[in-house]
């Protein structure tokens, strides 16, 4: 069974994805220094070298779906305006907005879920599926790839999920990128949902 808390440990000093954490504690056989060492391996470093940094640049990445009913708004910051004004970055954002239009995340994070939420899901999820019982961490993968953006597959590439393609990005192009906050906007909908990364 994986150790979550090593997976959330691992995940906030290196920026990798749960898929490629829970790689590394797998082929390390649960070993957080020899799973680091496997993710370093892996480029993940490069990721790491990024967190500290300032991302105060940015760009607003928009999905228009083509009924005009529905709009995906999301800002994607980044580090210098070089990179906020690149072709690249544009094409970044405006996929994210797509996944979002797609698969209506609630969260951007696994941080930013609310325990209460998640003890919630777990108990309903134990209560009405008895087979599950003892293994949360299914549970759990489920509940974050239904509910939270980065856990997504994308939408026009399953093999890979927003992370993947998130981390893919940061080491292209060598800058800190937030996915900061989106917006879904729908015709005759007086809420608008409102998301905000709270990492």
Do not use: W
Not at 69 to 75: H, I, P, Q, R, S
Not at 128 to 151: D, G, H, P, Q, T
Request: aromatic residues 8%; proline residues 2%; hydrophobic residues 40%.
């Amino acid at each position: 069974m994986v150790d979550l808390e090593k997976v959330k440990e691992i995940r906030n000093i290196t920026g990798a994805s749960i898929k490629y954490v829970i790689e590394a504690l797998d082929t390390s056989n649960g070993d957080i220094d020899k799973a680091m060492k496997y993710l370093r391996e892996k480029g993940f470093d490069k990721l790491q070298k990024r967190q500290n940094k300032v991302a105060s640049q940015g760009i607003i990445g928009f999905y228009y779906h083509n009924t005009k009913k529905m709009c995906v708004l999301v800002e994607i910051l980044c580090e210098t305006d070089f990179a906020a004004n690149s072709d690249d970055m544009l094409k970044f954002a405006n996929q994210i907005a797509l996944n979002i239009a797609a698969l209506s995340p609630k969260f951007i994070n696994i941080e930013d879920v609310p325990q209460s939420l998640i003890d919630e899901y777990v108990k309903d999820c134990e209560e009405s599926n008895v087979a599950e019982r003892k293994n949360n961490s299914n549970i759990l993968s489920k509940f974050y790839e239904e509910n939270v953006l980065m856990c997504q597959k994308m939408f026009n590439d399953p093999s890979k999920t927003i992370m993947d393609y998130l981390n893919e990005f940061i080491a292209k192009i060598g800058e800190k990128i937030v996915i900061s906050k989106f917006v879904i906007m729908k015709l005759g909908e007086d809420v608008v949902q409102v998301v905000t990364n709270k990492s």
